[in-house]
């Protein structure tokens, strides 16, 4: 059993950062692919970016360039650092870790004003 929290949403005005942090109970984080993602009102769950249990990342082309995943297994935490943000990166981010299935945080809010 996995379970995650996320924190560090809030509202920002564009242009400014932020940075998410999931914390993941359980052993077996290390070995487990992260992920974050995110669903704006009205819209479905869309990935924003991953990293493998290796540190392999990828990003969908919205945020490359402005966002980073990282992890730390020490502390069994994900991050991602999002910066230049915009408007429309308003949505609820959830942190997902994938093992033997997926696990889901309760999300956290993420307000990018004009």
């Known amino acids: 059993q996995v379970q995650l929290v996320e924190s560090g949403g809030g509202l920002v005005q564009a242009g400014g950062s932020l940075r998410l942090s999931c914390a993941a109970s359980?052993?077996?984080?290390?070995?487990?692919?992260m992920g974050w993602y995110r669903q704006a009102p009205g819209k479905e769950r869309e990935l924003v970016a991953g990293?493998?249990?290796?540190?392999?990342?990828s990003y969908a082309d919205f945020v490359k360039g402005r966002f980073t995943i990282s992890r730390d297994n020490a502390k069994n935490t994900v991050y991602l650092q999002m910066n230049s943000l915009k408007p429309e990166d308003t949505a609820v981010y959830y942190c997902?870790?994938?093992?033997?299935?997926?696990?889901w945080g309760q999300g956290t809010q993420v307000t990018v004003s004009s």
């Open positions: 997902n870790a994938a093992i033997s299935r997926n696990y």
């Open positions: 990293i493998s249990s290796s540190s392999r990342t």
């Open positions: 359980g052993s077996i984080f290390r070995f487990a692919v």
